[in-house]
């Protein structure tokens, strides 16, 4: 067992690692020896800031234990490269993946850290060919280099929205073609408009997920549940979810309690 800060002043999460596997995820460590369901996402599958994520839930509505492997800030990068994790969901009976987002992956324009996908290491030559009026030494997170290039009124941004969401296509299928246990897909719309705008941007929504994009994988998995919820800010529920005062701006984007809640009855 091993702690991971979320903010500078708050409390901690439980995480732990799994043998084989490079990744972080939502602690504490369970057993893998008895019949076990895999949940397998990102910031809201590991549940970050409150005290029971939907995995918890789920687990007691089905009396089977289910394994959180939520990891804070992975996409499909992380998906596509952890062996230990594919082992661990191949074992398992079904597994519930949570659609990563399309931002957090290596493509043609730039390369993101293998295990932290929200952060932006370099442009490849093909974006500075493309983009070569941006300065992109201080840009560090994904998001906001997206938010960089959309600043550029112009066609550029459609040729980089493109190669992201046939990348995701393609990491996706790569990742599903390789899992044994039936996939249960979790699509998550989340609403964070009116988070986003209280701040003058429209960040979240830079490259959505489409209709189109899970129609190409949806062939591979055993069902999909789609469901629409709301961050801790937009729900107006901050006050139950769990963290320290300098922590308050990264809680509001994410899930609140009765979101958690939502996802498991839909789940069950």
């Known amino acids: 067992m091993s702690y991971h800060h979320a903010g500078s002043d708050g409390p901690v999460d439980s995480v732990c690692q799994y043998a084989g596997s490079k990744l972080w995820f939502r602690g504490p460590e369970r057993s893998l020896d008895a019949p076990y369901i895999a949940c397998v996402g990102g ?96 840009v560090h997170f994904v998001r906001h280099l997206l938010a960089r290039l959309q600043t550029h009124s112009d066609a550029r941004i459609e040729a980089v929205a493109q190669e992201l969401s046939e990348a995701w296509v393609l990491g996706m299928r790569s990742f599903l073609e390789r899992v044994t246990a039936p996939v249960l897909l979790l699509w998550l719309h989340v609403n964070d408009q009116d988070v986003w705008e209280d701040a003058g941007t429209t960040e979240r929504d830079l490259v959505p997920v489409t209709q189109s994009m899970v129609d190409q994988i949806r062939p591979l998995c055993a069902d999909c549940v789609e469901l629409q919820v709301q961050t801790a800010g937009a729900s107006e529920e901050l006050e139950d979810a769990m963290f320290g005062s300098l922590q308050q701006p990264m809680a509001l984007h994410c899930l609140g309690p009765s979101a958690h809640r939502h996802i498991a009855s839909c789940l069950y």
């Open 43 to 138: 910031d809201e599958t590991f549940g970050r800031f409150v005290g029971q994520p939907f995995v918890d839930l789920l687990e007691r509505r089905l009396e089977k234990t289910c394994v959180n492997l939520g990891s804070l800030f992975s996409g499909v990068e992380a998906l596509s490269l952890d062996a230990g994790m594919l082992r661990i969901v191949n074992d398992a009976e079904l597994c519930v993946l949570q659609l990563p987002d399309v931002l957090s992956q290596s493509n043609h324009f730039y390369r993101v850290h293998p295990r932290r996908n929200d952060r932006f290491l370099e442009p490849t030559r093909d974006l500075l060919s493309l983009y070569p009026d941006v300065d992109f030494t201080e």
